[in-house]
């Protein structure tokens, strides 16, 4: 397997599919350090999506709380919202009990579609906290965003336990 930093300068030199696709099986857990160093020193906001992606990649074939926890990490350091947006929206694929304050604190964020990457990475967590936050969304004002409300149906419908049962039959029977 290739490292990482040959990986994306496959994808930024017209090898684009190829590399994807090679990234797209990126397994090894050692990898998370490289991906790790690259983003710590980099300002190249392409390298940046890169390593979100493959970062993703990783979490999905791994199911590593790990790169979640590291992918939350990045969002409050990330300066553009398409970046942070990026970070939560990787985490989406990595259900488990990763920590999810960074995903909440970003429920409070300028942006509307770093909020609903929030909600959306919010239903891939097991974490209590993160369940807890969604009923709190799904039970929240009635004038509330529908697609958040509906993103965070859709979180606790995925990892809920039993105690978001009456939130969301409440909800039901308001629709």
């Known amino acids: 397997m290739a490292t990482i930093v040959e990986l994306i300068d496959r994808m930024k030199n017209g090898d684009f599919h190829n590399a994807r696709a090679d990234a797209a099986r990126v397994a090894d857990l050692d990898k998370l350090e490289e991906i790790k160093s690259i983003l710590e020193s980099t300002k190249d906001r392409t390298e940046k999506l890169y390593c979100y992606w493959i970062l993703g990649d990783l979490g999905r074939n791994t199911k590593a709380p790990q790169v979640a926890d590291y992918l939350m990490e990045r969002v409050p350091r990330e300066k553009t919202a398409n970046m942070r947006k990026q970070a939560l929206s990787e985490a989406l694929f990595i259900e488990g009990?990763?920590?999810?304050?960074?995903?909440?604190?970003?429920?409070?964020?300028?942006?509307?579609?770093?909020?609903?990457?929030?909600?959306?990475?919010?239903?891939?967590?097991?974490?209590?906290?993160?369940?807890?936050?969604?009923?709190?969304?799904?039970?929240?004002?009635?004038?509330?965003?529908?697609?958040?409300?509906?993103?965070?149906?859709?979180?606790?419908?995925?990892?809920?336990?039993?105690?978001?049962?009456?939130?969301?039959?409440?909800?039901?029977?308001?629709?």
């Open 97 to 175: 009990p990763w920590h999810p304050d960074n995903a909440i604190a970003a429920l409070a964020d300028k942006n509307r579609d770093v909020r609903h990457a929030a909600i959306e990475a919010l239903g891939a967590c097991t974490d209590p906290k993160a369940e807890r936050t969604l009923i709190g969304i799904v039970e929240g004002d009635a004038d509330a965003d529908p697609a958040a409300v509906r993103a965070a149906a859709e979180g606790l419908a995925r990892n809920g336990t039993e105690k978001c049962a009456d939130s969301l039959v409440s909800l039901v029977r308001r629709l």
